[in-house]
């Protein structure tokens, strides 16, 4: 049997770990890290890039660079609060009116397929590490999200070919990363990451895990700081120089990138400062971005966003029916919470000092890969309670949301309610299902409509109506309306896809599939330009360096070599470039040698200024046969 890996898809980054008896380990990347920028980028080459060879190039190719696509994941185009300035691609309604992604060439891309994008690369990689198949996945969610929004990231995965052994949402992940299972611990996680904030209270009693309460925000992150200081830099410069820098094309990337920059420097240092040279031309030339921002205007800049999240703590203690004191630990996960101001918050709020992991970016994928163990039957000694995050009901007479299952309640579950017509003999009724905590249907995300028909006739009132709601471990959730008299019943499993109908979604998977080998050619051969990339640099480098000191053959030589690979470098013949790399490795060890030996011969001689290079070719040729 496959390994099931735990998968963070995370707004910025994105993270994934495997359970080795029982404890998790992360995977890297093969980037170097052990996070994955959770960006898509198509190139005018016709390249598509993910992860960080994506985000390098961000600057460069800003409307096709696809980052945060999180924040789009199951939403409605009307939805979105996101600040014009938070992306720099294109989003647009399509026809269904959810958001997606529109690239320069045009085309259109879903959430669901660009994220699906990140996870065949994480796939991949998995299986380079693992030297197996991957297919098995626990996926890890904002406990915010709503149905809609998971089974849009549920769908992501199965176009990726990965199949989903359990949704999980993010902080009972975190908690499951930082505790033991024999311990009685009541613990809250206060999650604030990229582009999301979670809060939840979480119970452990005997290995029994249980998620008492979650609330959250799935629209406030890290990305909104930066936002907040790209804009006060706008600001800034357009009041010294009077350049307004927002209509640039590239000049908005550039602050956004820098913002962020000083952002995280703000963690740790008192005052930064910003520097963009040729940030824009005035009338006397390039114009040149220079400022410094301290942490106390950083602080004030954000005070309002972070301050958002403190009713949203008291609110979950609430709900959890506890109070503060009631808490042993309170954890801290994402990246947004290495921000002093949002300690200090945690601190105040929960009246205790909170814990963070060392890698807070890597606990959730971590507390996934111990989920897939719990789920595979490879840990015995948990067991997990999850909770839906809002409230599910059906639209009544007059628009009025009638609960079925409260939020907060344990999953799986399944619950029912009565109901009746409102007009004298009603033959049908329509099922509108909703989730959200506003007492207006409207105000509530609609989840689905459908009817119930063939009522047997009758005075309003008096027809039976039994909807009944289940929910899944996984949160899904399945629907069904049963006339009690006529027995009539009427089920369905709600949006199966997050936006996505079951064909769409096929369709989505064999395209994937018939470019999964092409992609992953395409892959290998952007690795391998990277490594001509680096190979080139080193030897140009050694060239620069010591071309006084090589005798003419020799430089000649590596000039010749450094050119076949550059041109190799530029075509599409992964094998002509691992060729031309290893003719170029053969001269540069042929050089190094030469320059070894040169320093040898200086060490005895003491300098090689009274020696010719007839001599010095002589001398050497002989350690070169050999
Ligand atoms: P996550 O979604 O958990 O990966 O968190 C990513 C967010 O954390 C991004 O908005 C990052 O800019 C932010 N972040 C990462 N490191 C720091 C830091 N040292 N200080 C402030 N924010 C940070």
Same mark, same amino acid.
């Given at each position: 049997?496959?390994?099931? #890996?735990?998968?963070?898809?995370?707004?910025? %980054?994105?993270?994934?770990?495997?359970?080795?008896?029982?404890?998790?380990?992360?995977?890297?990347?093969?980037?170097?890290?052990?996070?994955?920028?959770?960006?898509?980028?198509?190139?005018?080459?016709?390249?598509?890039?993910?992860?960080?060879? !994506?985000?390098?190039?961000?600057?460069?190719?800003?409307?096709?660079?696809?980052?945060?696509?999180?924040?789009?994941?199951?939403?409605?185009?009307?939805?979105?609060?996101?600040?014009?300035?938070?992306?720099?691609?294109?989003?647009?309604?399509?026809?269904?009116?959810?958001?997606?992604?529109? #690239?320069?060439?045009?085309?259109?891309?879903?959430?669901?397929?660009?994220?699906?994008?990140?996870?065949?690369?994480?796939?991949?990689?998995?299986?380079? +590490?693992? &030297?197996?198949?991957?297919?098995?996945?626990?996926?890890?969610?904002?406990?915010? +999200?709503?149905?809609?929004?998971?089974?849009?990231?549920?769908?992501?995965?199965? #176009?990726?070919?990965?199949?989903?052994?359990?949704?999980?949402?993010?902080?009972?992940?975190?908690?499951?990363? +930082?505790?033991?299972?024999?311990?009685?611990?009541?613990? /809250?996680?206060?999650?604030?990451?990229?582009?999301?904030?979670?809060?939840?209270?979480?119970?452990?009693?005997?290995?029994?895990?249980?998620?008492?309460?979650?609330?959250?925000?799935?629209?406030? &992150?890290?990305?909104?700081?930066?936002?907040?200081?790209?804009?006060?830099?706008?600001?800034?410069?357009?009041?010294?120089?009077?350049?307004?820098?927002? =209509?640039?094309?590239?000049?908005?990337?550039?602050?956004?990138?820098?913002?962020?920059? $000083?952002?995280?420097?703000?963690?740790?240092?008192?005052?930064?400062?910003?520097?963009?040279?040729?940030?824009?031309?005035?009338?006397?030339?390039?114009?040149?971005?220079?400022?410094?921002?301290?942490?106390?205007?950083?602080?004030?800049?954000?005070?309002?966003?972070?301050?958002?999240?403190?009713?949203?703590?008291?609110?979950?203690?609430?709900?959890?029916?506890?109070?503060?004191?009631?808490?042993?630990?309170?954890?801290?996960?994402?990246?947004?919470?290495?921000?002093?101001?949002?300690?200090?918050?945690?601190?105040?709020?929960?009246?205790?000092?909170?814990?963070?992991?060392?890698?807070?970016?890597?606990?959730?994928?971590?507390?996934?890969?111990? !989920?897939? $163990?719990?789920?595979?039957?490879?840990?015995?000694?948990?067991?997990?309670?999850?909770?839906?995050?809002?409230?599910?009901?059906?639209?009544?007479?007059?628009?009025?949301?009638?609960?079925?299952?409260?939020?907060?309640?344990?999953?799986?579950?399944?619950?029912?309610?009565?109901?009746?017509?409102?007009?004298?003999?009603?033959?049908?009724?329509?099922? @509108?299902?909703?989730?959200?905590?506003?007492?207006?249907?409207?105000?509530?995300?609609?989840?689905?409509?459908?009817?119930?028909?063939?009522?047997?006739? /009758?005075?309003? &009132?008096?027809?039976?109506?039994?909807?009944?709601?289940?929910?899944?471990?996984?949160?899904?959730?399945?629907?069904? !309306?049963?006339?009690?008299?006529?027995?009539?019943?009427?089920?369905?499993?709600? %949006?199966?896809?997050?936006?996505?109908?079951?064909?769409? #979604?096929?369709?989505?998977?064999?395209? !994937?599939?018939?470019?999964?080998?092409?992609?992953?050619?395409?892959?290998?051969?952007?690795?391998?330009?990277?490594?001509?990339? @680096?190979?080139?640099?080193?030897?140009?480098?050694?060239?620069?360096?010591? =071309?006084?000191?090589?005798?003419?053959?020799?430089?000649?030589?590596?000039?010749?070599?450094?050119?076949?690979?550059?041109?190799?470098?530029?075509?599409?013949?992964?094998?002509?470039?691992?060729?031309?790399?290893?003719?170029?490795?053969?001269?540069? @060890?042929?050089?190094?040698?030469?320059?070894?030996?040169?320093?040898?011969?200086?060490?005895?001689?003491?300098?090689?200024?009274?020696?010719?290079?007839?001599?010095?070719?002589?001398?050497?040729?002989?350690?070169?046969?050999?």
């Amino acid at each position: 049997m496959g390994c099931t #890996i735990g998968i963070d898809l995370g707004t910025t %980054n994105s993270c994934m770990a495997i359970s080795e008896g029982g404890d998790p380990v992360v995977i890297q990347t093969g980037e170097g890290p052990r996070v994955m920028p959770s960006v898509v980028a198509f190139t005018p080459a016709g390249d598509r890039l993910v992860g960080i060879v !994506a985000k390098r190039q961000a600057i460069t190719n800003p409307k096709d660079t696809i980052t945060s696509i999180k924040r789009l994941m199951g939403r409605k185009y009307d939805e979105l609060e996101m600040g014009s300035d938070a992306v720099s691609y294109d989003i647009v309604p399509n026809e269904k009116g959810d958001a997606v992604v529109r #690239i320069s060439d045009g085309r259109t891309f879903t959430p669901q397929e660009i994220s699906s994008m990140i996870l065949q690369k994480m796939k991949y990689r998995a299986e380079e +590490f693992l &030297g197996e198949e991957v297919t098995d996945v626990v996926v890890t969610v904002p406990a915010h +999200f709503n149905e809609v929004q998971r089974k849009a990231t549920k769908a992501a995965c199965t #176009i990726a070919g990965l199949n989903v052994k359990r949704v999980l949402n993010e902080p009972t992940a975190a908690a499951l990363a +930082f505790m033991e299972p024999v311990e009685k611990k009541r613990i /809250a996680v206060y999650d604030f990451g990229g582009g999301t904030f979670d809060i939840s209270i979480l119970q452990m009693v005997d290995g029994v895990f249980e998620v008492k309460a979650t609330t959250g925000n799935t629209q406030l &992150g890290g990305d909104d700081f930066d936002s907040r200081l790209v804009e006060w830099i706008m600001n800034e410069f357009e009041r010294t120089t009077g350049i307004d820098l927002w =209509k640039d094309p590239v000049a908005p990337q550039r602050v956004r990138e820098a913002a962020e920059r $000083a952002k995280c420097e703000l963690s740790t240092a008192m005052e930064t400062t910003i520097n963009l040279p040729f940030i824009a031309s005035g009338g006397s030339g390039p114009v040149h971005l220079e400022m410094s921002v301290t942490r106390k205007l950083f602080e004030d800049l954000i005070m309002d966003l972070v301050e958002s999240s403190r009713p949203l703590c008291e609110q979950v203690v609430r709900d959890a029916g506890m109070t503060i004191d009631d808490l042993d630990t309170v954890v801290l996960v994402g990246g947004s919470t290495r921000i002093p101001l949002v300690r200090k918050l945690v601190e105040e709020t929960f009246r205790r000092e909170p814990v963070y992991s060392v890698n807070p970016d890597e606990v959730v994928a971590m507390g996934a890969a111990i !989920a897939g $163990a719990v789920v595979t039957g490879q840990r015995k000694d948990l067991v997990l309670l999850d909770v839906t995050s809002l409230t599910l009901g059906v639209e009544t007479l007059g628009g009025v949301m009638a609960p079925i299952i409260e939020k907060n309640s344990p999953l799986p579950i399944k619950r029912s309610r009565m109901f009746t017509t409102a007009v004298d003999n009603q033959q049908v009724v329509s099922i @509108h299902v909703l989730q959200g905590e506003r007492a207006l249907a409207e105000e509530n995300r609609s989840l689905a409509k459908f009817d119930l028909v063939g009522i047997s006739p /009758a005075p309003r &009132g008096v027809p039976r109506i039994e909807v009944s709601f289940s929910i899944d471990a996984n949160g899904i959730l399945f629907v069904s !309306a049963k006339d009690a008299v006529t027995g009539k019943k009427q089920e369905m499993k709600i %949006n199966p896809s997050g936006g996505l109908s079951d064909d769409e #979604i096929n369709r989505l998977i064999q395209e !994937a599939n018939k470019n999964k080998e092409a992609d992953r050619e395409r892959t290998k051969l952007i690795e391998v330009r990277n490594r001509a990339d @680096h190979s080139i640099y080193e030897a140009a480098k050694l060239l620069a360096s010591n =071309k006084t000191t090589l005798d003419e053959d020799s430089v000649h030589e590596l000039e010749s070599a450094l050119d076949d690979l550059r041109r190799a470098r530029d075509g599409d013949d992964k094998d002509a470039i691992e060729n031309a790399m290893k003719e170029l490795g053969m001269v540069v @060890h042929t050089v190094r040698n030469i320059l070894n030996m040169v320093e040898t011969f200086e060490d005895d001689t003491g300098g090689l200024g009274n020696l010719d290079g007839g001599t010095l070719g002589e001398a050497l040729g002989e350690t070169l046969i050999e």
